[in-house]
Every structure is written in C-alpha cells, then in structure tokens.
C-alpha cells in the first residue's frame, strides 16, 4: 500500500482539451458543428511498479482488489493441485496472479517462492510493435494501455509478449491486460493492487524513485546474508528494454515463471532481412551463373 508519488503528481488531469480551428479550408462549412477535438493530456513522469517477492506472503489481496476495481470475473475456481495456485497463470480475466513455486530445501523440507506477477509495461513492448490497429499505445504515464474500442481480436499481441500477460477473452473475442489502474493514476490514486498489499510487496511510484529503492532494498538483503537477491527488469538486458514494472528474486527467473532472456522479434528484423537480401542476392547471382553456362 506503499506509493511514492510527490504531492504535486497527485493533482488530477484534465480530461480534455478542446480546440476548434474555424475556417479550415479542407472542411466543409458546417461539418464541425458541434464536434470536439481532444487533445492528448501531458506527459509526465513514467509511473510503474516494484515488486519485492521477499515480502510477499501470498495473501492474493492483489489479485481480489484488482478483480474487483476492473469489474473482472472469478475464474480459476476449480483445485488445481500447483500448490495453492488457482489461476496458474495472467490471462484476459487475471491482471494479477500471485504464483506459488515450492521448491524441496537440502534438510528436506520446502520453501515457498512467492510472486505476483503482472503486466510489466514494457518500454519496448513486443506486444506495442506487433500490433496491426494501433489499439495498443503508451500513455502519458508511460504504461502500455490497451485500447479496447480499437483493437480488432487478431491476437498477434498475445503470442508477441514473451511473459505471457495478454489473454484473448472467450466473451468478446478481443484482448485484455493490466492498465495499471489508468483510471485511478488519472485522479491521482494509487493502482488498486498496490493499495491493497498488506506488507508492501507491491510499491507503485515514478520508475527512478522506485528503481533507487529497489537497490537499496537489494543491498539491505545482501547485508542480511540474502547473497542471491537481485533485480528482474530493472536495467536492459541483451535486446530488451528495461521493465516499467519489475522484481526482487532470490532465484532464477524461470523459478518464478519469468523468461531468463525475454525475446523482442522486432529487435532482430533488420538482421533477419540483412540475411534474407544477402541470400536472395546470392541464389540470383548463381542462377545467372547457372543460365549462362546453360546457354553456351
């Protein structure tokens, strides 16, 4: 229920601005009347989440606050005999899903690796590029928010994301996802999960503030003897982009469900059609080759 956010971010925006340019010469007199033109509302500084796993007790408040302020159906009702995990995994209906990993310790006994997971807003989100509508963009939060009046069902977003957050619902057709409480961020409120979280699991505010704290916690644990602690996210890594929304772990990623090297597609195109034109040239070159002698 922690959120650091300055007390002159917590105004609210405005909705809209509404302008009317009279006398365009490429509209027709009249076509205008009574219509708005909405202005995009200011950039500000790019909010996100950091999610400390080593305080988390799994109590799923996160996921019952984020059903419950997204007006999202109950699912995963049924014993799914993973531990205590019902949903299993994020989907069209579960922006939050806390994970339970059991994992056998070398006296026998088991610990729990606990996590909730959610959309990471990615700042170079595969999901963002591979789709053909537009319906997903960046907000002036810096979240990617899902545009459901514009997205068209296709799915490329689903199978895109590397983290497999996006879910295509069986009611409408169409995609769903964490919009970081878009809502709530617009009146200046903190996102319902993170508002929700009992031992600050879950801390929402301007990604440099979190990020700072996210390295001292780490340096706390390393302090403490908890030598595996380490950020998921928090800095590029290889051809991704840092995470608007990452970790804490004591393990590794696919512990906790999480790809150890997420993949972006269009970080590898340009080498990928590099490749394609060198071959096309190459298979051309041998079949004039070929032709020639053939001719002869």
């Given at each position: 229920m922690t959120s650091i956010v300055a007390e002159d971010a917590?105004?609210?925006?405005?909705?809209?601005?509404?302008?009317?340019?009279?006398?365009?010469?490429?509209?027709?007199?009249?076509?205008?009347?009574?219509?708005?033109i909405a202005l995009p509302p200011p950039t500000v500084e790019p909010m996100g989440f950091f999610t400390d796993t080593t305080v988390c007790i799994g109590c799923k408040a996160c996921e019952v606050a984020c059903?419950?302020?997204?007006?999202?159906?109950?699912?995963?009702?049924?014993?799914?005999?993973?531990?205590?995990?019902?949903?299993?995994?994020?989907?069209?209906?579960?922006?939050?899903?806390v994970s339970f990993a059991e994992e056998e310790k070398p006296d026998g006994g088991v610990k729990w690796l606990l996590n909730?997971?959610?959309?990471?807003?990615?700042?170079?989100?595969?999901?963002?590029?591979?789709?053909?509508?537009?319906?997903?963009?960046?907000?002036?939060?810096?979240?990617?928010?899902?545009?459901?009046?514009?997205c068209n069902g296709c799915g490329y977003c689903v199978v895109a994301c590397p983290f497999g957050v996006l879910g295509r619902s069986e009611d409408d057709?169409?995609?769903?996802?964490?919009?970081?409480?878009?809502?709530r961020q617009k009146d200046g409120l903190e996102p319902a999960c993170a508002k929700s979280c009992p031992t600050d699991a879950i801390v929402f505010g301007p990604v440099a503030a979190l990020q700072e704290r996210a390295q001292?916690?780490?340096?706390?644990l390393?302090?403490?003897?908890?030598?595996a602690a380490y950020l998921y996210g928090a800095e590029d890594a290889g051809e991704?982009?840092?995470?608007?929304?990452?970790?804490?772990?004591t393990d590794e990623p696919a512990a906790y469900n999480l790809p150890e090297a997420p993949r972006r597609p269009r970080a590898r195109m340009?080498?990928?059609?590099?490749?394609?034109?060198?071959?096309?040239?190459?298979?051309?070159?041998?079949g004039a080759v070929a032709v020639a002698k053939g001719g002869r």
């Open positions: 917590q105004t609210s925006f405005p909705e809209f601005r509404l302008t009317h340019e009279a006398g365009s010469s490429n509209v027709p007199t009249g076509l205008l009347e009574g219509m708005m059903k419950q302020w997204n007006a999202l159906p109950a699912d995963g009702m049924t014993w799914s005999g993973q531990s205590y995990d019902n949903t299993l995994h994020l989907s069209a209906t579960t922006w939050r899903h909730s997971d959610v959309c990471k807003h990615c700042t170079a989100a595969p999901c963002q590029d591979a789709c053909p509508t537009g319906a997903l963009i960046y907000n002036e939060f810096g979240n990617v928010y899902l545009q459901q009046d514009v057709g169409l995609a769903h996802k964490c919009t970081l409480c878009y809502d001292q916690r780490v340096t706390e390393h302090a403490q003897g908890e030598n991704y982009k840092r995470l608007n929304a990452f970790f804490l772990l340009m080498t990928r059609y590099l490749w394609s034109a060198v071959v096309g040239i190459g298979l051309s070159a041998v």
